[in-house]
């Protein structure tokens, strides 16, 4: 079904890109996620003049990576207010990446058109996963692989975005839960029939060098789109210092981040 066609999605679809737009995400993206798309460009193996699509690729977290490497590099995001960041990032790297408004559900690419696809924390957020791994699948050639992060359901990140879920408004019906990407058995029954062998692996990222939990949350709340949206909200109906208080209260652990790696590949 077309975005048009379920009713709410395109709604669904600016609201999201409005949030990711909001607060400065180069700078989070920069001070919490950064090692990871150096990980997942090494766990993949780039090969030089290899076709790479980077889905959801924000500031070009794998992007960047991947070009370094060798890569022909596509960067495809529904945010583009973060490519100019993006542009500036691979500038200074000294690498060429094509940078392509699009979505996730609806890859502006041709069938079986790349050798490689990755996706740092972005895919995730695609609220009907069945068409994002559809997506994914179409677009890779014969024989191609990908390799994409997402927040485990039980760590420390993936609680912090359970509690934001908590506060705001319920999701529409269409909607699956982003963390349900971070469960290897929910997973393989997204890719089950598409003939994707899978492989799984769990990491963790340290979090931020922050004074405190209050600093942290703090930091995160004026510099998190999604977060700058919720608290404006919760702000108008006098919730957001209890909300600011319970999410504070997930960093006191000091506990690492965990996220689940997941590497496929098509049958040649």
């Given at each position: 079904?077309?975005?048009q066609a379920?009713?709410g999605?395109a709604?669904?679809k600016?609201?999201?890109?409005?949030?990711?737009?909001?607060?400065?995400?180069?700078?989070?993206?920069k001070?919490?996620?950064?090692?990871?798309?150096?990980?997942?460009?090494?766990?993949?193996g780039?090969?030089?003049?290899?076709?790479?699509?980077d889905?959801?690729?924000?500031t070009?977290?794998?992007?960047?990576?991947?070009?370094?490497?060798?890569g022909?590099?596509?960067?495809?995001?529904l945010?583009p207010?973060?490519f100019v960041?993006?542009?500036a990032?691979?500038?200074e790297?000294?690498?060429?990446?094509?940078w392509i408004?699009g979505?996730?559900?609806?890859l502006?690419c041709?069938?079986?058109?790349?050798?490689?696809a990755?996706?740092?924390?972005?895919?995730?957020?695609?609220?009907r996963?069945?068409?994002?791994?559809?997506?994914?699948?179409?677009v890779?050639r014969?024989g191609?692989?990908?390799?994409c992060?997402?927040?485990?359901?039980e760590?420390?990140?993936?609680?912090?975005?359970?509690?934001?879920?908590?506060?705001a408004?319920?999701?529409?019906?269409?909607?699956?839960?982003p963390?349900?990407w971070?469960?290897?058995?929910?997973?393989?029954?997204?890719?089950?029939?598409?003939g994707?062998?899978l492989e799984?692996?769990?990491?963790?990222?340290?979090?931020?060098?922050?004074?405190?939990?209050?600093?942290?949350?703090d930091?995160?709340?004026?510099?998190?789109?999604?977060?700058?949206?919720?608290?404006?909200?919760?702000?108008q109906?006098?919730?957001?210092?209890?909300?600011r208080?319970?999410?504070a209260?997930?960093?006191?652990?000091?506990?690492?981040?965990?996220?689940l790696?997941?590497?496929?590949?098509r049958?040649?």
């Open positions: 079904m077309t975005t379920v009713p999605l709604e669904m600016q609201h999201a890109r409005a949030s990711w737009a909001a607060g400065d995400f180069p700078a989070v993206a001070l919490t996620l950064w090692e990871v798309g150096e990980r997942l460009v090494k766990r993949v780039i090969g030089a003049g290899e076709d790479v699509l889905i959801a690729c924000g070009g977290n794998a992007a960047l990576r991947a070009a370094s490497a060798g022909r590099v596509v960067g495809v995001d945010t207010e973060l960041a993006g542009r990032l691979a500038a790297a000294g690498v060429e990446i094509e408004e979505d996730a559900e609806d502006p041709a069938d079986e058109s790349f050798d490689v990755l996706s740092t924390f972005g895919l995730m957020f695609a609220p996963h069945e068409v994002a791994a559809r997506e994914l699948v179409r890779l014969p191609g692989r990908f390799a992060t997402a927040w485990t359901p760590g420390l990140q993936g609680t912090f975005f359970r509690k934001l879920g908590s506060y408004p319920p999701p529409p019906p269409f909607a699956r839960p963390l349900s971070g469960d290897e058995g929910y997973v393989r029954e997204l890719f089950a029939g598409t994707i062998t799984f692996a769990r990491e963790t990222v340290p979090l931020a060098p922050f004074d405190s939990p209050d600093a942290a949350i930091w995160t709340a004026d510099h998190f789109g999604p977060l700058i949206m919720l608290r404006g909200m919760l702000e109906q006098g919730r957001w210092e209890e909300a208080a319970e999410m209260s997930l960093y006191v652990s000091g506990a690492p981040a965990e996220y790696v997941v590497q496929g590949r049958p040649a």
